[in-house]
């Protein structure tokens, strides 16, 4: 009997918390019955606290296997929304019982729990590795439907770590099997997930298509999850195309399915949406009321990317209703989780440039602040964010002064090399001093401005002083990026490593990069390419790292000298004339060049710039593009009018050359 003590326990945590809902839900009091039911047997520890050798299961309790089971099938099922991890506890339990069984389709679901459990818990190798497992099951026992949804599984994880070519072609297989012999509920599944696929795209016309073409047969089954899931997605289409009343009323039906279902992070991704939507249609007050719930729905799911986002909201929307106390507290949680990204970012960065070995970064956890008096809880953020901006300051001047005596010991070891290039050395001493010397100055007088902060605090003072330590680190980080990339192809270091590459992907590395910059500056940035399959045979003979520098670079001049409302194209296409080769390009709507700037851009010199919003170059970005074009077999060419934009190309083999470079 030495069990009891342990089920009165869980008893007692459950009935204490029988009062209020479990993410949406009321905690069925059936469970707790099932839980004490399978605790029958060996002495067992907490309930959820599963031993790992499983030995409670195959106690002496009074059940029977197909009973047993069923009962864990039941526990996966009900903590896959709620509980990740207790689902694939109770899960892997059972996997080894239905395959003693020779329950085959119960071992298939219970296998699907546990990938879809993986991917909500972002560990793509172990929902990657489940999803196979599932697979290879499913076409040993001619289960279609479960086929289907390995192949999904696969499609969603290869998506997530931005295969995007073999993400298609699971996509393409799945529907190809659900069309010819698929269920309607196997169909309809693979329409909502290519619809979220195309979503992620933004080919919101083919995802509106493939969503509405799912919701009515979820509907018919009363699915409520894919119900939600569909919903949100056309929500969060239709906000993409500006049709906010729309695009609100579909995030408000799709957040009553998801808090039926408890589903926290699809929750707060369909709330975040309405947020959006209200603020678009000025109703600001709804939109702040969206927001904090979708806050809180996120960090109950632990997905940052998401709470950053929606933080970045609130901020803004607090802002136009002049409520500027709730907003600074906001801005203080946002700049500390974009201050732990970009750390994170840069030593990582660092670590690859002079030890060839990535390091793993720990993620902070954003503990939540409890609600107490307005005053003592401004007073403590205040604190706070002094604090963290002091920390980050000492960092970021200790980041630049290590960089920078990087760079001179390497100089000072390559003398001799450079003592034939004086006019080269001459150029980047005057880029280091003219553009380094700014932001260095600025940072070492951040000591003392913030210790008169903390002895009389001004929050809209403070607000100037967190924006211009921002303007100074972006600033700075691309400063030094492309003084790195241009002193190590001035030192002969950089070397082309070309493989078969998706064009494709290089296209929408560089989109995504700078989205937010671009939004930031009120202009419109997009990719253009060739929709599948057409897509498929944009591959090219490149270095994949060489050619995303290429195109981060031109990307970021064109946002550079584009005003607000303009627009930037990253695009890429097969030359009609000359069949074999990829032709990139980089378009813009900005102010232009005369023929005369023309002509000095292929002049071997480097001239610093400033963008239209007065943003601070070396003129390295175009010298670096040249030398990397130079490397992978192409050359930089350019066409210009002052005041009708820039369009810069250039063009790559799509096969490997038989002389040449390798």
């Given at each position: 009997m030495a ?20 993410r ?13 039911v ?16 499983s ?6 309790a009074a ?6 089971l069923?009962r ?25 019982l ?5 329950q ?5 679901g ?39 949804d ?13 295969n995007?070519?073999a ?5 393409q ?6 069309e ?17 696929y ?6 919101y016309?083919?995802?509106e298509?493939?969503m ?18 569909c ?22 039906r ?6 039926r279902?408890?589903d ?12 959006s939507?209200?603020?678009?249609m ?38 136009k ?23 994170q970012?840069?030593a ?9 070995y ?49 760079l001179?010991?390497k ?13 080269t050395?001459?150029?980047l ?8 010397r700014?932001p260095?100055?600025a ?7 913030l ?6 605090p ?12 921002e ?9 030094l ?8 192809a ?8 070309p ?12 989109v995504?990069?700078?989205?937010t ?8 940035l997009?990719?253009d ?7 498929d ?7 994949v ?9 031109l990307t970021?001049n064109?946002?550079?000298f584009?005003p ?55 003129g ?8 990397f074009i ?9 066409e210009?009018?002052?005041?009708a ?17 390798s």
């Amino acid at each position: 009997m030495a069990y009891f003590p342990a089920i009165l326990q869980v008893l007692h945590q459950r009935l204490r918390g029988a009062g209020r809902r479990a993410r949406g839900q009321w905690v069925p009091l059936g469970l707790l019955v099932e839980l004490l039911v399978l605790s029958v047997g060996k002495s067992s520890p907490i309930i959820g606290a599963v031993p790992p050798d499983s030995t409670w299961l195959h106690s002496r309790a009074a059940l029977p296997d197909t009973t047993r089971l069923r009962r864990l099938v039941q526990l996966s099922r009900y903590y896959g929304p709620l509980n990740p991890t207790r689902c694939i506890a109770f899960a892997q339990l059972g996997l080894p019982l239905a395959r003693r069984l020779a329950q085959g389709e119960t071992e298939l679901g219970l296998l699907d729990n546990i990938a879809i459990s993986y991917g909500r818990m972002g560990n793509p190798p172990q929902a990657l590795r489940y999803c196979l497992r599932e697979l290879n099951r499913a076409r040993e026992l001619h289960n279609l439907r479960y086929e289907i949804d390995a192949l999904l599984g696969l499609a969603n994880v290869q998506s997530a770590e931005n295969n995007l070519t073999a993400a298609e072609e699971s996509f393409q297989e799945a529907l190809a099997l659900a069309e010819r012999a698929g269920p309607p509920r196997s169909l309809a599944r693979v329409r909502n997930q290519l619809g979220n696929y195309y979503l992620g795209l933004e080919r919101y016309t083919e995802c509106e298509r493939l969503m509405r073409a799912a919701l009515p047969v979820f509907e018919e089954l009363g699915l409520l999850y894919e119900q939600g899931d569909c919903l949100s997605s056309l929500a969060e289409a239709a906000l993409g195309e500006r049709r906010f009343a729309e695009a609100l009323a579909y995030g408000n039906r799709a957040a009553s399915l998801m808090r039926r279902k408890g589903d926290a992070y699809g929750l707060a991704w369909t709330l975040d949406v309405c947020s959006s939507a209200a603020a678009g249609m000025g109703n600001l007050t709804l939109a702040r009321q969206h927001g904090h719930e979708a806050l809180a729905q996120a960090r109950r799911a632990g997905i940052p990317g998401t709470e950053a986002d929606i933080l970045a909201s609130l901020v803004a929307t607090y802002a136009k209703q002049r409520a500027y106390p709730d907003a600074f507290r906001l801005q203080g949680l946002l700049m500390t989780l974009k201050d732990s990204l970009f750390t994170q970012e840069r030593a990582t960065e660092m670590a690859r440039l002079q030890t060839q070995y990535e390091t793993e970064a720990k993620r902070q956890q954003i503990k939540t602040l409890q609600n107490r008096a307005r005053i003592q809880a401004l007073e403590r953020d205040r604190d706070r964010v002094r604090l963290r901006w002091l920390a980050a300051a000492a960092g970021a001047l200790l980041l630049v002064v290590a960089l920078f005596a990087w760079l001179v010991r390497k100089l000072r070891r390559s003398g001799a090399a450079l003592a034939a290039s004086n006019k080269t050395k001459d150029q980047l001493m005057s880029i280091v001093g003219h553009d380094l010397r700014g932001p260095v100055a600025a940072f070492q007088h951040i000591a003392p401005i913030l210790r008169h902060h903390a002895e009389n605090p001004d929050p809209a003072e403070m607000r100037e002083l967190a924006a211009e330590i921002e303007h100074g680190t972006t600033q700075l980080a691309g400063l030094l990026d492309n003084m790195l990339h241009w002193a190590r192809a001035q030192m002969g270091q950089v070397m082309s490593h070309p493989t078969d590459t998706a064009g494709t992907d290089a296209v929408l590395t560089a989109v995504r990069l700078y989205r937010t910059t671009a939004t930031v500056k009120h202009l419109t940035l997009r990719a253009d390419f060739p929709t599948p399959p057409h897509s498929d045979d944009l591959r090219v003979w490149a270095d994949v790292a060489l050619l995303n520098t290429i195109l981060r670079n031109l990307t970021s001049n064109a946002i550079k000298f584009t005003p607000e409302g303009g627009t930037v194209t990253v695009a890429a296409r097969r030359l009609p004339a000359a069949p074999t080769t990829i032709e990139f390009s980089v378009t813009d709507t900005g102010i232009g060049m005369s023929a005369d700037v023309i002509a000095a851009l292929y002049e071997p010199v480097v001239t610093p710039t400033h963008g239209t919003a007065g943003e601070v170059g070396t003129g390295l970005g175009l010298a670096v593009c040249r030398q990397f074009i130079a490397l992978l077999g192409g050359k930089l060419q350019v066409e210009s009018c002052e005041g009708a934009g820039t369009k810069f190309w250039f063009a790559l083999p799509t096969e490997k050359p038989e002389t040449g470079q390798s």
